[in-house]
């Protein structure tokens, strides 16, 4: 089965980026197409999967981040596994017959017909939460909110508690379905993002290190519940509904906004 790919209207259409701040990222590096443009009518082309990135940074840029940074903030989440659950290509390639509920769920996210494609309450996860625009916990490993990285709003860049240049197995797509484990930091550029050098290593104690000297005292590695944070702002970020929102809309098809007791899988 051939992977589609779409133009830069269809991607930016479909997470709601203006088409200024994709060309930004494509001079910066921050993205490559997987067929370029210019010259006798030869049209831009992505393919899902780089779309997919795209739309986390769009999200992210929603949340009041600058371009720059919500780009840098997608690589300091460890998705190069999570991702591959969204991604139509994988979907339609490798999860024809699953009959799990989360399965099932995907395969309605790709159909004109589908209904049950929105996350339920019981299956909302991949939570990205902010806290005082400078800690960003997420929970797509798994694990409820592990703390990915330090925002220094001063210097303007990122201190990643995950070694960003290092595939995390999360979701065990790429293992069970014999996917490539090479991570999508590898196909950009290093001058694109806000981080600093010693971080972008593959030594992982030395990381640690450096990570565990821009921790205050007092912050915690991993948050249970928001419930009992005690902070002046939070942002909250669900993967899960904007991924699904990018692919319907990048697909052409309809979304049927409901709430989630309506949900029924």
């Known amino acids: ?120 309450k019981r299956y909302l996860c991949s939570e990205v939460f902010i806290v005082d625009k400078r800690y960003l916990y997420a929970d797509v490993l798994g694990d409820q909110g592990l703390l990915c990285a330090i925002i220094d709003t001063q ?21 069970s379905l014999n996917l490539s484990h090479d991570p999508d930091i590898t196909k950009i550029s290093r001058r694109s993002l806000l981080i600093d050098d010693e971080f972008l290593g593959s030594d992982y104690e030395t990381h640690h290190e450096r990570f565990q000297q821009h921790l205050p005292p007092g912050i915690d590695s991993q948050v249970i519940s928001i419930g009992g944070l005690v902070c002046r702002n939070l942002s909250l970020i669900n993967l899960a509904v904007g991924l699904t929102e990018f692919v319907r809309k990048l697909l052409g098809l309809p979304v049927d906004y409901h709430p989630f007791e309506e949900s029924n899988l």
């Not at 300091?76 to 991604?87: A, I």
């Not at 995950?162 to 065990?172: A, D, N, R, V």
Request: proline fraction near 5%.
């Open 1 to 120: 089965m051939s992977e589609a790919v779409f133009t830069d209207e269809q991607v930016t259409r479909a997470c709601n980026l203006h088409i200024d701040n994709l060309r930004r990222l494509i001079t910066w590096g921050a993205v490559k197409p997987v067929q370029a443009g210019g010259g006798r009518g030869r049209v831009r082309k992505w393919t899902a999967r780089q779309g997919l990135r795209i739309s986390v940074t769009a999200q992210f840029v929603d949340a009041g981040f600058s371009l720059q940074m919500a780009h840098t903030l997608t690589y300091c989440l460890p998705l190069d596994d999570f991702l591959h659950v969204y991604d139509p290509h994988v979907i339609r390639s490798h999860l024809k017959g699953g009959q799990g509920l989360a399965t099932r769920r995907l395969r309605a996210m790709l159909s004109p017909r589908g209904k049950n494609y929105w996350p339920t």
């Open 155 to 175: 210097r303007q860049c990122v201190y990643p508690n995950f070694l960003p240049s290092h595939y995390y197995e999360g979701m065990g797509v790429v293992d």
